[in-house]
Structure formats: structure tokens, C-alpha cells
């Protein structure tokens, strides 16, 4: 874990802004492809306009998530470290929901089926949130709790994981993260295979309830964020109300699905 990769005089390249970086532009290269491949036509124009929004929508939504709902108490006493997202603190489920909220702002402009291009972007959603977490690591700002055993992450002098547990071992929670969201975009490659295909907003479905599902399981070996009622963090507050939005979202689009008039040979 190296916050620094190495300076430039006095100014610092961090680790966590550069793979931070990289996850986005990988992200959004796959979205791209997908886009061309997959997508209508004019669709890449479209988001090359929609990937500065939702860059800043996403940042701006993952550092409000961060200091609002998962460290109030110590943003409040540290007010001035609230605009230094440099030094991490954003929260992947934030930044989905200022990505989304830029997005259907957008695309609700433009006219354009918010579902559609929802689905191009899942995969790239979940490349981009597994490199994410390498951010994560390298920076030692998410961490897991203590395991009690002989096995762990042992986070170094400097990082906030060794500043709240020492040397304890850790719970590589946010490891485990990481490599279940590449588990889940080879698995939605394998179902979308199917040859009777998907109804429209399938794959963002998936990725909001399964992701999710994942994602509340493994806080329970987090070590970073407060917890309030059951024992349970922000984190998975907001995921146990995104599976539920998944899940009425997901009736609703096989509802529709199953509505349309099958197409045929009409009566005379």
C-alpha cells in the first residue's frame, strides 16, 4: 500500500487520484465499445457528451455520500478536508447515484431511453468499481475490521486502517470487492448470451440488485465506516434500498415485456 508513487518537485502523484483515473477511462473505454457494437446509431456521440457529467456527477455524489451518510462525525470536525477528495473518501454507491442523476438529466433532455443506455454501461460500471478498489487499497482508506486470527491485510504506518488498528490483521474486504465485480461482469457477459435475449433494462438490473446483494454481505467485514441500527453501516443502508428500487424496477420492465403485442401475421 503507497499513497505516493513519487513527487515532482513538492507535488505528490497519489496512487488513489491515478487508479481513480484509470478505472473511469476503462470504464467508459468498454462503454464505448459497447456503445458501437451494441448501441444505436449516434449513440457514442452521445456519450462523449454524457462522460464529463457523469464524471463530475459521480464525484460530486460519492464525496456527498462519503461525508453525509458514512463519516459525518469526522467531516464535521474536520470541515476544511471535505473538498480533498485527493486523499480519498468516495463512495462507489455515491458516485453511482451522482453518475445516474447527471445521466437522466441528460438523456431526459435529449430524448433519449434512459434504460438503453443504461444497460451499455453496466460492464463498464463494474470494471471501472473493481479498479476503483485497487484505489482503495493502495491507498488504505477502505479497510476491513480486525480478523482476530492469524491471517489479514496488514496496512502500514501512515495509512488511516494502521492509525484506527495498529497491526492487526484486516479483513481484505475491499480485495474481495474488487475481485467479486470482475466475478459479476464475466457472469453478465455469460447471461446475455441467452438467444431469446433480454428485456430492455435487464443488465442494470442485475447489476443494482446482484451487485448490491454482494456488496451488503461484505460490509459486514468492513472495519471503516460507523455503524447504527442491526449493526449496519451506511453502506449497507443503501444497498438493501437499491436492491429494493432493482427489484421493483425489474418486475416492472418484464411486465412491460410480457404487455407488447407479439408480432405476427394479423388477423383480416
Not at 508513487?5 to 488513489?16: D, K, L, N
Not at 446509431?41 to 460530486?60: K, R
Request: hydrophobic letters at 50%; glycine letters at 12%.
Amino acid at each position: 500500500m503507497h499513497s505516493y508513487w513519487f513527487h515532482i518537485g513538492a507535488f505528490p502523484v497519489r496512487s488513489y487520484s491515478t487508479i481513480f483515473a484509470l478505472a473511469f477511462l476503462l470504464g467508459l473505454g468498454i462503454t464505448l465499445y459497447l456503445a458501437k457494437v451494441r448501441g444505436n446509431p449516434g449513440d457514442s456521440e452521445h456519450w462523449w457528451a454524457l462522460a464529463p457529467l457523469c464524471l463530475i456527477g459521480g464525484v460530486v455524489g460519492a464525496r456527498f455520500w462519503q461525508v453525509f451518510f458514512f463519516d459525518f462525525g469526522y467531516y464535521a470536525s474536520h470541515p476544511g478536508q471535505i473538498l480533498q477528495v485527493w486523499h480519498g473518501g468516495l463512495s462507489i454507491q455515491g458516485g453511482i447515484a451522482g453518475a445516474l442523476a447527471a445521466s437522466i438529466i441528460y438523456l431526459w433532455r435529449k430524448r433519449q431511453s434512459f434504460l438503453h443506455f443504461a444497460d451499455i454501461a453496466t460492464p463498464g460500471i463494474l470494471l471501472g468499481q473493481s479498479i476503483g478498489r485497487d484505489a482503495d487499497f493502495m491507498n488504505g482508506s477502505a479497510f476491513g475490521a480486525p480478523t482476530h486470527q492469524g491471517f489479514g491485510v496488514l496496512f502500514p504506518p501512515g495509512t488511516l486502517a494502521y492509525e484506527q488498528y495498529g497491526h492487526q490483521p484486516l479483513w481484505p474486504a475491499v480485495i474481495w470487492e474488487g475481485q467479486v465485480d470482475i466475478v459479476l461482469l464475466a457472469l453478465l457477459f455469460v447471461i446475455l448470451q441467452r438467444k431469446k435475449g433480454w428485456p430492455l433494462g435487464f443488465p442494470f438490473v442485475y447489476y443494482l440488485v446482484v451487485y448490491n446483494i454482494c456488496r451488503f454481505f461484505l460490509e459486514i467485514l468492513r472495519g471503516d465506516s460507523p455503524r447504527g441500527i442491526f449493526g449496519w453501516d451506511a453502506a449497507q443502508w443503501t444497498a438493501l434500498a437499491t436492491v429494493l428500487v432493482g427489484l421493483l424496477l425489474g418486475v416492472w420492465i418484464f411486465l412491460k415485456e410480457k404487455r407488447k403485442t407479439p408480432l405476427g401475421v394479423q388477423g383480416e
